[in-house]
T-cell receptor, first 111, second 110 residues
Framework: EAQVTQNPRYLITVTGKKLTVTCSQNMNHEYMSWYRQDPGLGLRQIYYSMNVEVTDKGDVPEGYKVSRKEKRNFPLILESPSPNQTSLYFC??????????FGSGTQLSVL | QQPVQSPQAVILREGEDAVINCSSSKALYSVHWYRQKHGEAPVFLMILLKGGEQKGHEKISASFNEKKQQSSLYLTASQLSYSGTYFCGTWDFGNEKLTFGTGTRLTIIP
């Protein structure tokens, strides 16, 4: 089954403790992206990647890192999380059609 | 800059029609529409490419006016299953990223 898999689904952490949210897709898509969703603000792009080893900033990249060492994986790294990064995060991928396939989301709470 | 969606929220009775608008300050290459139900991930509805095309899927259709940098989503004879938040996403020239609007919450009541 074609899918984007994100883990974990829920995560509670404390300020400053490094964390990684994993994202993997099995559709051989070149394009992958991370979004955060906050009430009233919609989906805002954090980082995106056009292909392996090619990443670029989205609209809200501060405080986040990504890497694209393999085509299928695109982890999101928070080196030193802060409470304002409490949010719902979505990973997505797309092929040549441009249609985005989203993961099931990660609800992150930073205390 | 995020595209602007209107209205922010709308409540309809089953069977009524709705229009959701999306406008951008930038020249657009394409417009995407997604629907998100509560607690779930957004789901793709359709993509419209520049050229003023109109696309449809059952009773949901959309138009794209590239000169006005606007797109509209039309929901005809709404069903309870249409409830959710609708997002437009715009892909503008020169960038390789999809920027979403803030969403329109649609509630269908029996």
């Amino acid at each position: 089954e074609a899918q984007v898999t994100q883990n974990p689904r829920y995560l509670i952490t404390v300020t400053g403790k490094k964390l990684t949210v994993t994202c993997s897709q099995n559709m051989n898509h070149e394009y992958m992206s991370w979004y955060r969703q906050d009430p009233g603000l919609g989906l805002r792009q954090i980082y995106y990647s056009m292909n392996v080893e090619v990443t670029d900033k989205g609209d809200v990249p501060e405080g986040y890192k990504v890497s694209r060492k393999e085509k299928r994986n695109f982890p999101l790294i928070l080196e030193s999380p802060s409470p304002n990064q409490t949010s719902l995060y979505f990973c997505a991928s797309s092929g040549p059609s441009g249609k985005l396939f989203f993961g099931s989301g990660t609800q992150l709470s930073v205390l | 800059q995020q595209p602007v969606q209107s209205p922010q929220a709308v409540i309809l009775r089953e069977g009524e029609d709705a229009v959701i608008n999306c406008s951008s300050s930038k020249a657009l290459y394409s417009v995407h529409w997604y629907r998100q139900k509560h607690g779930e991930a957004p789901v793709f509805l359709m993509i419209l490419l520049k050229g003023g095309e109109q696309k449809g899927h059952e009773k949901i259709s959309a138009s794209f006016n590239e000169k006005k940098q606007q797109s509209s989503l039309y929901l005809t004879a709404s069903q309870l299953s249409y409830s959710g938040t609708y997002f437009c996403g715009t892909w503008d020239f020169g960038n390789e990223k999809l920027t979403f609007g803030t969403g329109t919450r649609l509630t269908i009541i029996p």
